[in-house]
DNA sequence: TGTTTGACCACGG
DNA sequence: GCCGTGGCCAAAC
């Protein structure tokens, strides 16, 4: 399993209405850096069973709502799970926020 | 082989 | 708020 799967997987396992970062995946993942999370995000474009937008920076903002097919999608899909945006950040980031650990045995990642 | 780039992070000015 | 710097690792050129 590739380190972009493993991000992919995580990524897949968050849950609706929360949403986490690539530093905490890179975290949890042990990559190395939070950079490679962002590098396999912007792979999964050509996924479509990546709940991408659920992927946020260390400070709650959608850098990279660029990537998707609209500048708006991720906002738009994130607000139909319940997550409020605004100004591209993730309102009440700190308890929406969802770290790996959370639901995931990291031992089945790698480890 | 070496350089640049990237949906990053943290710190500093 | 903006920009620069250093670190991170892989891909693309």
């Known amino acids: 399993m590739s380190y972009y ?30 950079r490679m999370v962002g590098w396999a995000l912007n792979q999964c474009h050509v996924m479509t069973d990546i709940p991408a937008h659920r992927v946020v920076n260390s400070k709650g903002v959608l850098s990279g709502r660029l990537q998707f097919v609209t500048p708006t999608a991720m906002q738009e899909r994130l607000e139909a799970e319940g997550v409020e945006i605004v100004k591209h950040k993730v309102q009440e980031f700190d308890k929406r926020f969802w770290h790996p650990s959370e639901s995931l045995d990291q031992t089945k990642f790698g480890a």
Not at 9 to 27: H, S
């Open 5 to 34: 799967d493993k991000v992919f997987e995580v990524t897949k396992a968050i849950p609706k209405g929360r949403v986490t970062t690539y530093g905490a995946i890179a975290d949890f993942l042990a990559l190395g850096s939070a």
